[in-house]
């Protein structure tokens, strides 16, 4: 399966650094970089249920391939949130179905991020996507 270019990106900042402080503080830079969503987006419609933090996700075709954008309210998730949206943006629907979600951050090298909240709060995330995807 073809990665998006974020995707690759991601994977060369992330498997170069050699400790976890480092991932860590590549993970909040990240999540710093998703660009706001406006008062219009982040309505109920767009909150992702399912996770402990607020995650408010919008979603648009543009010829065939989603383009999502996500916001959080938790710095963590944030980060969490851009890196998956680095991995999915640019897929078609039947693509996003094929998302591996642990894979994928066990490839980042931050499997210990994803506590069993967190990473149920990414899959709401991911599933909220393929919904939209639907």
Request: aromatic share 6%; glycine share 8%; net charge neutral.
């Amino acid at each position: 399966m073809n990665l998006p270019a974020d995707a690759v990106a991601a994977l060369q900042a992330f498997q170069n650094l050699p400790g976890w402080e480092q991932r860590a503080r590549l993970l909040m830079q990240w999540g710093e970089r998703l660009p706001a969503l406006s008062d219009v987006d982040k309505v109920d419609a767009n909150r992702v249920h399912g996770c402990e933090s607020q995650v408010w996700l919008v979603g648009e075709l543009q010829d065939g391939h989603w383009q999502f954008r996500a916001v959080s309210d938790a710095r963590l998730i944030r980060g969490l949130v851009a890196l998956l949206l680095a991995r999915v943006n640019g897929l078609s629907a039947a693509e996003l179905q094929q998302v591996d979600l642990p894979g994928w951050f066990e490839q980042l090298g931050l499997s210990r991020q994803l506590s069993p909240s967190r990473s149920n709060g990414l899959n709401a995330v991911l599933q909220r996507m393929r919904e939209l995807a639907g």
